[in-house]
């Protein structure tokens, strides 16, 4: 048998085999060498201009001097300044290699063939991947109207709704990604109360450090009454640290514990650990960046109203717009001008771009080309 006779989608798993991979989008690499000097604007994966505290540089030229040992498999230092911070125990902390791999993990522990996932329509896709690659049946449950204060938000009745006997895990964002909308405090403590006991409920809180509006509250403050909740941050947006992969979730021990069994021992590397640690103390400056991003959001969500464009509400550092049945060919034309954005058109969304909001030089040369195009 020649070796191109092998079928190797037949000999995938049955939840794996109709599986499409994540789309990272553009080719980034191929086009920051097109764009050389002159510079590509990447606005495409919700990254942070800023950069990290500068207090991670130090700490990670010094663990450059331990490359030749293993990290520490039990995050220690980490999952105490974590504990610390949020207020529970430290066997309350799940580390990750991002908080990508947590949710992946989760639902390969947790579902599984014959077994349902709910989420919402428009949700983060990573949450379909997850269901699907475990063999489970994945449920996504009707957005809110377009026309709704919160458009295309999350529905927590109609997530609600959506749960049925077969259900063991839900998947929420808050905020979401795609849509930078969010739901309040009473929402959730509601759909909590309705959630029954042995379904497991993971509120992605990816951007909840650049949430500041009032009626927005994590989950956090609710574990103590919902054992069944999985929080689950990151180290890649508002700290600025997507290139060194740290993630986390705050459960019940219990879950935790279960968790265990399927992370890999060094799943962290030892930079971003210390990276992360160093970040995570620099309150002063995770507030600051995260000032600027939200005064940098909201104008340029102004700017792009001004130009006729519909944005949706958030409370993310990105933005999601409306720009109509022209949106595939302004996203292919801003390209050219070294401006990248997300398309839409996997979410259902092909009428939108996804914006990540830029610091203010970026903001400006976004919107000089966009003036361009349109
Ligand atoms: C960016 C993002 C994540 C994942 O980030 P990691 O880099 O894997 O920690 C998770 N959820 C949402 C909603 C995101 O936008």
């Given at each position: 048998m020649s070796l191109d006779a092998i079928d190797f989608e037949r000999l995938a798993s049955d939840g794996i085999r109709g599986l499409r991979a994540y789309d990272p989008g553009h080719d980034l690499v191929a086009l920051r060498h097109r764009f050389g000097a002159q510079g590509l604007l990447e606005l495409g994966s919700n990254e942070n201009p800023y950069g990290p505290s500068p207090r991670v540089r130090d700490v990670v030229l010094a663990a450059l001097d331990s490359l030749h040992i293993y990290p520490d498999p039990l995050g220690g230092e980490l999952k105490r300044a974590l504990a610390t911070k949020h207020g529970v125990a430290m066997d309350c902390i799940l580390l990750g290699n991002g908080s990508h791999e947590l949710l992946m993990q989760f639902a390969q522990v947790f579902s599984g063939p014959g077994s349902d996932v709910v989420a919402a329509q428009y949700g983060f896709s990573v949450y379909a991947l997850a269901a699907q690659a475990?063999?489970?049946?994945?449920?996504?449950?009707?957005?809110?109207?377009?026309?709704?204060?919160?458009?295309?938000?999350?529905?927590?009745?109609?997530?609600?709704?959506a749960i049925a006997p077969s259900t063991r895990l839900v998947y929420l964002a808050n905020p979401n990604n795609p849509t930078g909308t969010w739901f309040d405090r009473d929402a959730l403590a509601g759909f909590l109360q309705r959630t029954p006991a042995d379904v497991l409920v993971v509120i992605d809180e990816a951007y909840a450090e650049l949430a500041d509006a009032p009626?927005?509250?994590?989950?956090?403050?609710?574990?103590?009454?919902?054992?069944?909740?999985?929080?689950?941050?990151?180290?890649?947006?508002?700290?600025?640290?997507?290139?060194?992969r740290i993630g986390y979730a705050v459960a019940h021990p219990g879950l935790v514990a279960v968790m265990e069994r399927v992370r890999e021992s060094f799943n962290v590397n030892s930079v971003g650990l210390a990276a992360a640690a160093a970040a995570l103390a620099d309150e002063a400056y995770l507030q600051a960046t995260s000032a600027y991003n939200a005064r940098e959001r909201d104008a340029l969500a102004d700017a792009l109203r001004q130009r006729g464009i519909f944005v949706y509400p958030s409370q993310t550092n990105f933005l999601l717009a409306?720009?109509?049945?022209?949106?595939?060919?302004?996203?292919?034309?801003?390209?050219?001008?070294?401006?990248?954005?997300?398309?839409?058109?996997?979410?259902?969304?092909?009428?939108?771009?996804?914006?990540?909001?830029?610091?203010?030089?970026?903001?400006?040369?976004?919107?000089?080309?966009?003036d361009e195009v349109l």
């Amino acid at each position: 048998m020649s070796l191109d006779a092998i079928d190797f989608e037949r000999l995938a798993s049955d939840g794996i085999r109709g599986l499409r991979a994540y789309d990272p989008g553009h080719d980034l690499v191929a086009l920051r060498h097109r764009f050389g000097a002159q510079g590509l604007l990447e606005l495409g994966s919700n990254e942070n201009p800023y950069g990290p505290s500068p207090r991670v540089r130090d700490v990670v030229l010094a663990a450059l001097d331990s490359l030749h040992i293993y990290p520490d498999p039990l995050g220690g230092e980490l999952k105490r300044a974590l504990a610390t911070k949020h207020g529970v125990a430290m066997d309350c902390i799940l580390l990750g290699n991002g908080s990508h791999e947590l949710l992946m993990q989760f639902a390969q522990v947790f579902s599984g063939p014959g077994s349902d996932v709910v989420a919402a329509q428009y949700g983060f896709s990573v949450y379909a991947l997850a269901a699907q690659a475990a063999g489970a049946r994945f449920v996504a449950a009707p957005a809110l109207p377009r026309d709704h204060a919160m458009p295309r938000g999350h529905d927590l009745d109609a997530i609600a709704a959506a749960i049925a006997p077969s259900t063991r895990l839900v998947y929420l964002a808050n905020p979401n990604n795609p849509t930078g909308t969010w739901f309040d405090r009473d929402a959730l403590a509601g759909f909590l109360q309705r959630t029954p006991a042995d379904v497991l409920v993971v509120i992605d809180e990816a951007y909840a450090e650049l949430a500041d509006a009032p009626d927005y509250a994590s989950a956090l403050s609710m574990l103590d009454r919902h054992p069944n909740l999985i929080i689950t941050r990151t180290f890649s947006k508002a700290y600025a640290l997507a290139g060194l992969r740290i993630g986390y979730a705050v459960a019940h021990p219990g879950l935790v514990a279960v968790m265990e069994r399927v992370r890999e021992s060094f799943n962290v590397n030892s930079v971003g650990l210390a990276a992360a640690a160093a970040a995570l103390a620099d309150e002063a400056y995770l507030q600051a960046t995260s000032a600027y991003n939200a005064r940098e959001r909201d104008a340029l969500a102004d700017a792009l109203r001004q130009r006729g464009i519909f944005v949706y509400p958030s409370q993310t550092n990105f933005l999601l717009a409306e720009f109509g049945p022209r949106s595939i060919e302004l996203e292919r034309e801003l390209v050219v001008r070294g401006v990248v954005l997300r398309p839409m058109a996997g979410y259902g969304l092909a009428e939108c771009l996804r914006i990540s909001v830029g610091d203010a030089a970026g903001n400006k040369r976004l919107l000089q080309a966009l003036d361009e195009v349109l």
